[in-house]
């Protein structure tokens, strides 16, 4: 199993970013996903889910109406675009497989830095 995260980077407040994860080494198109995000000092927190068949989708409160989660099964890509974006919104982000036997398997991340 395999979570490659990337996309991220420094930008201002207000502006967008879209992330990626490449996932592998599972049947991807079975399993719900997810995008996570630690700050530093702090706990990691989900920020969006979405089904295995791309349906009905759930974020953070925080994140409602700026970030939009998809998937694109062919491609075994899951995306995060990130739009509004706020100095809070810093923190490092990860892709996550929704299955109880996948709590072991996370990315490197892809540190979000939203900064002026």
């Known amino acids: 199993v395999q979570l490659v995260e990337s996309g991220g980077g420094l930008v201002q407040p207000g502006g967008s970013l879209r992330l990626n994860c490449a996932a592998s080494g599972f049947p991807f198109s079975r399993y719900g996903m997810s995008w996570y995000r630690q700050a530093p000092g702090k706990e990691r927190e989900l920020v969006a889910l979405?089904?295995?068949?791309?349906?009905?989708?759930n974020y953070a409160d925080s994140v409602k109406g700026r970030f939009t989660i998809s998937r694109d099964n062919a491609e075994k890509t899951v995306y995060l675009q990130m739009n509004s974006l706020k100095p809070d919104d810093t923190a490092v982000y990860f892709c996550?497989?929704?299955?109880?036997?996948?709590?072991?398997?996370w990315g490197q991340g892809t540190q979000v830095t939203v900064s002026s």
């Open positions: 996550h497989i929704d299955a109880i036997w996948a709590d072991g398997y």
């Open positions: 979405i089904p295995s068949d791309g349906g009905v989708t």
